[in-house]
């Protein structure tokens, strides 16, 4: 089963407006939740991560995540795009106490595209 | 400064032949990864080790294999048996706990020609 769910596979913004890109988990616990962006051919770099403290969570470059337990949603959110902001992003769950795998599981990846 | 290394960067292998992608960490993580990407399906897990001779599969291990001799190094051998190995790969290291999150490495591109 799917443990993390991207919900839009792009998503098209004008510089200068707020961003919002989605995601859905599933645990039975209560996991640990990432966000990575990754630029062409590049590694990945952590945005932010939640790990059970403050639901409400500040990264870098002015991202924020907030994990919603009774919706199951960690979303990512910006409030104003900056072209250098064009990326891809992952959702990733830390989910070893549901799969036995000590591991983190990734979704399938949003591709931010930020207009002039 | 501390970072993970890997090399080389592109990589070309004949149809038939073994290749091995280098991984290395100077972060004194005790975990290590390889993430296969592909466009449009995320990255999805080879393999991992917790310590040192000691791994485990992940999701798509056919066709892979993986020493972990040293805490530093986490080396990916690419087999014949591996029907399409044209892909970017990623390793990653962690402190005991993936709840910590990752380090990435900058990634080598493998292309079968």
Redesign the interface.
């Known amino acids: 089963a799917q443990s993390v769910t991207q919900l839009d596979?792009h998503v098209s913004v004008s510089e200068g407006t707020p961003v919002l890109l989605r995601c859905n988990y599933s645990s039975s616990y209560s996991p640990?939740l990432?966000w990575?962006v990754q630029h062409p051919?590049?590694?990945?770099?952590?945005l932010l991560?939640y790990?059970s403290a403050a639901t409400l969570v500040k990264g870098i470059n002015g991202f924020e995540a907030e994990f919603k337990k009774s919706e199951t949603s960690f979303h990512l959110t910006k409030p104003s795009a900056h072209m250098s902001d064009a990326a891809e992003y992952?959702c990733v769950v830390?989910d070893?106490l549901d799969t036995g795998?000590?591991?983190?599981?990734?979704?399938?990846?949003t591709r931010l595209q930020v207009q002039p | 400064d501390g970072g993970i290394t890997q090399s080389p960067k592109y990589l070309f292998r004949k149809e038939g032949q073994n290749v091995t992608l280098s991984c290395e960490q100077n972060l004194n993580h005790d975990a290590m990864y390889w993430y296969r990407q592909d466009p449009g399906q995320g990255l999805r897990l080879i393999y991992y080790s917790q310590i040192v001779n000691d791994f485990q599969k992940g999701d798509i291990a056919e066709g892979y294999s993986v020493s972990r001799e040293k805490k530093e190094s986490f080396p990916l051998t690419v087999t014949s048996a591996q029907k399409n190995p044209t892909a970017f790969y990623l390793c990653a290291s962690s402190r005991d706990s993936p709840n910590y999150g990752y380090t990435f490495g900058s990634g080598t591109r493998l292309t079968v020609v």
């Open positions: 596979s640990s990432f990575y051919n590049k590694g990945l770099q952590l991560k790990t992952f830390s070893h795998r000590r591991a983190l599981t990734f979704g399938s990846g």
